[in-house]
C-alpha cells in the first residue's frame, strides 16, 4: 500500500485528491491546521467513514509556516508520495496580507522541500507542487511551459519563488518533483471568497428571495476554468511518472466573468444583469485580463485531458447551491 501525504487536505483540491487516492487503495495522510473550530467539512465524509478514518485515512497537526513540525510529520509517516496543496490562494486577499502569503506560499515550500532532504526521502519519494497560471501574469494567452512568467500579485510572486524551489530541488538534490501550472479550477467545494463560488450562491439566494444583489469587479476579467476533480487527477499522474517535470493543466478554452454570470443566472431563468453591480472595491491594484492554458504537454505525456465543460461545471455549481439551501430551508436533502 502507498502513503500520500496530502497539506491542505481540507481545502478543494485536497478533499478530491483524497478521494481519488483512497480509491486508488492508497493510505493518506492529511496535514491540518489547528485552530478553535473544525474546518474539515470537505472531508467529513471521509471522516465519518469507518471503512477510511484511521484506517486508510490519518490526520496530522502542522503548519506550513512551522519548520519542525513538518520534520517531524515526514519522519513519522515516511511518504511515497506528497502533495503539497496548503496555500493562501486568494489572489485579491494577497495584496492585503503579502507578508503572511509569502510565509506560506512561499517559504512554507522552501521549508518542506527542505524537510524531505533533511529526513532523507530524496530518493524516497515523489512531491508535487501547485503552481498556478497567475504566475504568467500579463504574458499574452496561451500560455504553456515556455511562457514568460510575469506575477502580477503578490500571490503569484510567491509562488513563482516556490516554483523555482521545485525545479532548484529537483535538478541540484536529484528529488522526483513535479510542479502543476494549475489554471483556474472550481467545483461545489471552492471557497465562498472565490468568484465563481460567489456567483453560484449569490443567483441561488436570488432565486430563493434571500439576496437582493451581488457586487462584484472586473466583469471583462477572462479565464481558463476547469473543474477540480479532472485537475487531481492531473496531479496523481504526473508523480506515476519516471521523472518529475512541470506540466501546464487547463481546458484550452477562457470565459468571461459575464460568461459566468449568463451560465449560472440563466440556469435558474435569471437575467443577471438585473442584479449585479460593479463594485471598485474588488478591483485589484494590478490586473490580470485573459489566462488561457496550453496543455498539449499533459495531453502528449501525462494522456490526460479534461472530461467536464465549463458549462456541466458551472450548473453543478448552482444546483448544489439550490439543494444546499432547500436543505437548510426544508431539512430535507
Not at 467529513?44 to 471503512?51: A, N
Request: aromatic share 10%; glycine share 8%.
Amino acid at each position: 500500500m502507498k502513503k500520500a501525504l496530502i497539506t491542505g487536505i481540507t481545502g478543494q483540491d485536497g478533499s478530491y485528491l483524497a478521494e481519488l487516492l483512497l480509491e486508488k487503495g492508497y493510505e493518506v495522510h492529511g496535514i491540518v491546521r489547528r485552530s478553535s473550530s473544525f474546518n474539515r467539512e470537505r472531508i467529513e465524509h471521509l471522516i465519518q467513514d469507518p471503512d477510511v478514518y484511521r484506517k486508510s485515512l490519518f490526520l496530522h497537526y502542522g503548519d506550513m509556516t512551522d519548520s519542525s513540525a513538518l520534520n517531524r510529520i515526514l519522519e513519522r509517516v515516511g511518504p511515497d508520495e506528497i502533495y503539497n496543496l496548503a496555500a493562501q490562494s486568494h489572489v485579491r486577499i494577497s495584496f492585503d496580507l503579502p507578508e503572511y502569503t509569502a510565509d506560506v506560499d512561499a517559504l512554507g515550500v522552501a521549508r518542506i522541500l527542505d524537510a524531505i532532504r533533511e529526513v532523507g526521502l530524496v530518493g524516497e519519494c515523489k512531491f508535487y507542487q501547485a503552481s498556478t497560471s497567475e504566475m504568467f501574469g500579463s504574458s499574452p494567452p496561451p500560455q504553456n511551459e515556455k511562457t514568460p512568467f510575469h506575477p502580477r500579485s503578490p500571490y503569484a510572486a510567491a509562488k513563482l519563488y516556490s516554483h523555482w524551489m521545485v525545479v532548484n530541488y529537483r535538478k541540484g538534490y536529484g528529488l522526483h518533483a513535479s510542479s502543476g501550472i494549475l489554471f483556474n479550477h472550481e467545483s461545489p467545494r471552492r471557497g465562498r471568497n472565490f468568484v465563481t463560488r460567489k456567483v453560484a450562491l449569490a443567483a441561488a439566494r436570488i432565486k430563493m428571495g434571500l439576496q437582493k444583489s451581488l457586487a462584484l469587479g472586473n466583469l471583462d476579467a477572462k479565464r481558463d476554468w476547469g473543474h477540480a476533480k479532472d485537475f487531481v487527477r492531473a496531479m496523481y499522474l504526473m508523480l506515476q511518472r519516471k521523472e518529475g517535470d512541470d506540466y501546464v493543466v487547463a481546458t484550452g478554452e477562457t470565459h468571461s466573468i459575464r460568461e459566468l454570470l449568463d451560465r449560472a443566472f440563466g440556469r435558474l431563468e435569471l437575467n443577471w444583469k438585473e442584479y449585479v453591480t460593479v463594485d471598485e472595491r474588488y478591483f485589484r491594484p494590478t490586473e490580470v485580463n485573459a489566462l488561457m492554458g496550453d496543455a498539449s504537454k499533459a495531453e502528449k505525456l501525462l494522456g490526460w485531458k479534461p472530461e467536464i465543460s465549463f458549462g456541466e461545471l458551472v450548473d453543478e455549481m448552482v444546483d448544489c447551491e439550490m439543494a444546499r439551501l432547500n436543505h437548510k430551508i426544508t431539512g430535507v436533502r
